[in-house]
């Protein structure tokens, strides 16, 4: 329907064809000029030399990422061997993303399943629903999240009230806490693409499916998740990237002890590291990653279409 | 290029009102009933911003906003690193009138001789404090942080401030602080990554929070901050390590390029008053640097166990090293911290 | 054979529906309840009291997040008018600008601020500012959350638009109506539900954002996040409870407001 629409429009005219330079130029300039140009600088600072805690020198200099990988030891006379203490903090922060990703999906898939199946009418509700918590700030929902599972809050008390444990579940502070938060502020963004892709399901596949007596985990496996996948796909995105370069959940819920990429990032510029190269690396190998997995995404995307 | 730098200048800068003051400051440390005090006084805006720890205000002043306050509130070695960066602006005895109510010992300080950049806020002690109803034997030893008992392992929290933590280590350790010896450092470093294993958080403004809501079973803290924590209901003790502690003075210091320097200096003027630093110290429960504050000071601050030592209790500032030497130091801490 | 009408139902999806609702609302309604709670204390329930409420209005930190709040809504209310011009443009543009040069790339562009990790975008934004020495305040707070938000506002309306036929523009164009009159009394007001969607998801994103603003404010300037975040940070108090049970409830009356005016869009369609 859209393609016929410009089409049509090509040939005949709604008379925009003439205004598309004027029209694109203040999303192109904004864009550009504030982000583009920053990360482009960015790009720069990660090859300068630190100034004493905080700020750059503008000379030329690959100790960024001569510390990022290379290990020295503390005087900086050692041989050289790989360092793996970053490398860890970027696995750890993978690892995370993706566990959270994974349980997004467990739960989400089925949720969004769940939701695109109801009636018609109810629908809505549903999706307004699941909706509501991804309009609440996330600040908030991580707050909430750490007023609930702390050595005395509300979820220990309960557990102990009820007599199932005797001393509270040290829970705050640790992975594991990082790992619900992530989970927590990101489960909206898999159900709803999810939600869309099954939504334009066609039931008459599984309908024929079944006639040729597949049984029904087989018609998941094999129809219907091949069909939903770009819904899929897009989900995991939305949950492993924001996931990957988090700040809140680790620093509020993690303690600040079990580092992450965010928190590396941001102890560069806002903590007592004050090493703005460093930091500017490690930014610049966090989005090199992440333009990766989406580049790899729209391969994936354009290979279904075809 | 500055076209374009002048239009967002001219964006983000708001038109400055006549009496208008930007204050850098800890958190919590200063009462709102002074603020408005002041502004009564003086018919001066005051805002504030927070930070949590020198270095970290350090870092964001580098970050663009030196210029856009008119006074901080750094410990004794960062005012001497921040002399030395050429952040600080000097002030001469007469644009304040009360200058002579500094005590004297706080008068002639290493950090700032002859008091050309700071005026003393409040001083203190940096140690830890331990919840009682955890654990109940003797805690005045830097092990209960650095190689805890069973009870308190994973149930510690550790300012997040590189000067302190690294002093503290120093003296459990028994090496001298802006050592170069690398067999000390070495070992200084091996010793914290073991003990890190430990700790359940790092945080500074955190550190009251994590002993009142019982996140935290021990955790290094200043002493009117663990005072405080007392008062909100923790039963938690003030420790004096028989290796060291830490003694702190924060000063309040003139900002280069501040905005508004005249207010500045009403404004340390104005915290040089005995009754209004004994304000400042009556809600932060440190103690003053300013003379004839006595009078002031409430019981239970002046008594209070945080600020009275035993007898035979040792102290040490944290040494402010020469840059080399503190790029070893940076990387202990980076170690530690990631 | 039963299983004929059973094509839809998979055994515990039901289940992990409702595990998916309690872990995304069993947080915020915790701590609604709590925002209610008379005693000081956080965890020991001492009645129910509104008195939070009115400390987050009167208190003694009343006047730092009146002006937090003053500052994140007038942001995200000029953030997120400037995006949806913008990303107006952008669509008409993009949908009915037929074939031309240079659409993937314009369209990577504008997708840009949603592929670019937060933190990522937080640091280049403070390196630029710092770099041409511009002072960070309300004004770099302002230009980094218009950046951002544009295509938050840009896929709803494209979304809209490529659902309209052109047919309705051409017969007004047949009829002598200017390009601008075409756009002004035809297209606006039917792209309308996917500019006012857009403009509130620009809004409520310019609202949430926390990193970004949290490097780029200058002196004296928090927004509600900001200065929630550095309240929290000392304890998360019971008025902290009253404030973001008000931003739930704003969230809540948002969304509910996007969901009417699709269902008027529809309906009109």
């Known amino acids: 329907m859209a393609a016929e629409a410009t089409s049509r429009s090509a040939r005949s005219g709604t008379g925009w064809q003439g205004l598309v330079l004027p029209l694109l130029l203040p999303s192109w300039l904004v864009i550009g000029i504030f982000m583009l140009v920053p990360v482009a600088l960015m790009a720069v600072y990660s090859f300068l030399t630190k100034d004493f805690r905080g700020g750059i020198v503008w000379q030329f200099s690959l100790d960024a990422y001569d510390q990022f990988f290379v290990e020295r030891g503390l005087f900086g006379d050692e041989p050289p061997l790989p360092n793996w203490t970053y490398i860890t903090i970027f696995w750890r922060s993978i690892w995370q993303a993706g566990l959270a990703t994974l349980l997004c999906l467990i739960i989400g898939f089925p949720t969004a399943w769940f939701i695109a199946t109801r009636n018609p009418r109810h629908r809505a509700l549903w999706v307004f629903l699941i909706t509501v918590p991804y309009w609440v700030n996330l600040l908030i929902r991580t707050v909430s999240m750490r007023f609930l599972l702390r050595d005395h809050g509300p979820f220990n008390e309960m557990l102990m009230a009820i007599g199932l444990i005797d001393s509270p579940l040290r829970i705050i502070n640790t992975d594991l806490a990082v790992q619900i938060g992530l989970f927590y502020s990101y489960l909206p963004f898999m159900v709803l693409p999810i939600y869309a892709a099954v939504e334009r399901y066609n039931f008459a596949l599984s309908e024929a499916a079944r006639d040729l007596y597949a049984g029904p985990w087989t018609v998941l496996r094999e129809i219907v998740l091949p069909t939903v996948k770009p819904g899929i796909v897009a989900g995991c995105i939305l949950v492993f990237v924001p996931s990957l370069g988090a700040f809140l959940a680790p620093d509020l819920l993690g303690g600040a002890r079990t580092y992450m990429i965010g928190s590396l990032i941001d102890e560069q510029f806002r903590g007592s590291a004050g090493n703005w190269p460093f930091g500017s690396a490690v930014a610049m190998i966090l989005l090199t990653m992440v333009l990766a997995v989406l580049l790899w995404q729209v391969r994936v995307a354009t290979r279904e279409k075809r | 290029m500055k076209k374009l730098a002048l239009v967002f200048t001219l964006l983000s800068t708001p038109a400055f009102a006549a009496g208008e003051l930007k204050v850098y400051h800890w958190f919590e440390y200063m009462p709102q009933e002074l603020v408005d005090k002041f502004k009564a006084e003086t018919g001066i805006n005051v805002t504030i911003d927070t930070y949590d720890s020198n270095e970290a205000m350090l870092a964001s002043l580098k970050a663009g906003r030196l210029g856009q306050y008119d006074v901080a509130v750094p410990g004794d070695y960062m005012v001497k690193i921040m002399a030395d960066q050429g952040l600080l602006d000097s002030f001469t005895a007469d644009e304040m009138p009360n200058f002579d109510n500094i005590q004297d010992e706080w008068l002639d300080v290493p950090f700032d001789p002859g008091r050309k950049h700071s005026i003393p806020y409040q001083w203190g002690s940096t140690a830890f404090s331990v919840n009682r109803d955890v654990y109940k034997g003797d805690i005045n030893t830097l092990a209960i942080i650095f190689d805890p008992p069973e009870e308190l392992k994973g149930r510690i929290n550790v300012l997040d401030s590189q000067g302190e933590v690294l002093a503290l280590a120093s003296m459990y350790m028994g090496i001298p602080q802006c050592t170069q010896d690398r067999d000390q450092l070495k070992t200084l470093m091996a010793m914290l990554l073991e003990a890190k294993a430990n700790w359940a958080s790092f945080g500074s403004d955190t550190a009251k929070d994590v002993l009142v809501s019982g996140d935290a079973a021990a955790g290094m803290i200043y002493n009117g901050f663990s005072a405080k924590a007392r008062a909100e209901g923790a039963n938690i003790e003030y420790a004096y390590p028989k290796e060291g502690a830490v003694v702190w003075m924060d000063n309040v210091v003139l900002l280069k390029d501040a905005p508004n320097r005249e207010n500045a200096l009403k404004f340390m003027n104005f915290l040089l008053d005995p009754k209004n630093a004994a304000a400042v110290t009556n809600y932060a429960a440190y103690t003053p640097g300013v003379k004839g504050t006595e009078p002031f000071l409430a019981d239970e601050i002046k008594n209070s166990p945080e600020n009275n030592p035993p007898e035979g209790a040792t102290f040490d500032f944290v040494a402010a090293c020469d840059k080399e030497t503190q790029r070893l130091y940076d990387t202990i801490w980076t170690n530690l911290k990631r | 054979m039963a299983a004929r009408t059973d094509i839809r139902r998979y055994m515990g999806f039901g289940a992990l529906t409702a595990l998916c609702l309690t872990v995304l609302y069993v947080p915020l309604i915790v701590v609604a309840v709590y925002s209610f709670n008379a005693s000081r204390s956080i965890t020991a329930w001492g009645g129910f009291s509104t008195h939070w409420y009115v400390d987050v209005f009167v208190g003694p930190e009343a006047p730092i997040f009146r002006a937090a709040a003053w500052n994140s ?197």
């Open chain 3, 73 to 269: 809504i007038s942001i995200a209310f000029l953030a997120s008018t400037a995006a949806t011009v913008i990303a107006v443009a952008a669509a008409v543009a993009m949908v009915r600008g037929g074939r031309f040069r240079g659409r993937q790339t314009s369209f990577a562009i504008i997708s840009l601020p949603l592929m670019v990790p937060e933190i990522v975008i937080a640091v280049a934004t403070l390196i630029f500012f710092t770099t041409i020495g511009v002072r960070t305040g309300y004004g770099t707070i302002l230009i980094a959350h218009i950046t951002f938000c544009i295509p938050f506002a840009y896929l709803p309306i494209s979304a809209r638009l490529q659902g309209i036929e052109d047919t309705y523009e051409l017969a007004a164009r047949d009829l002598y109506a200017t390009r601008w009159q075409a756009f002004r009394l035809i297209l606006l007001p039917l792209m309308m539900p996917g500019v006012i969607s857009g403009w509130l998801l620009a809004f409520i994103i310019s609202l949430d954002d926390f990193i970004i603003t949290n490097f780029v404010k200058g002196a004296g300037m928090e927004t509600l996040p900001t200065a929630i975040f550095g309240s929290v940070k000392q304890g998360i108090k019971p008025n902290i409870m009253a404030i973001s049970t008000l931003m739930l409830a704003v969230s809540v009356i948002f969304v509910t407001l996007s969901y009417l005016i699709n269902r008027i869009g529809q309906k009109a369609r």
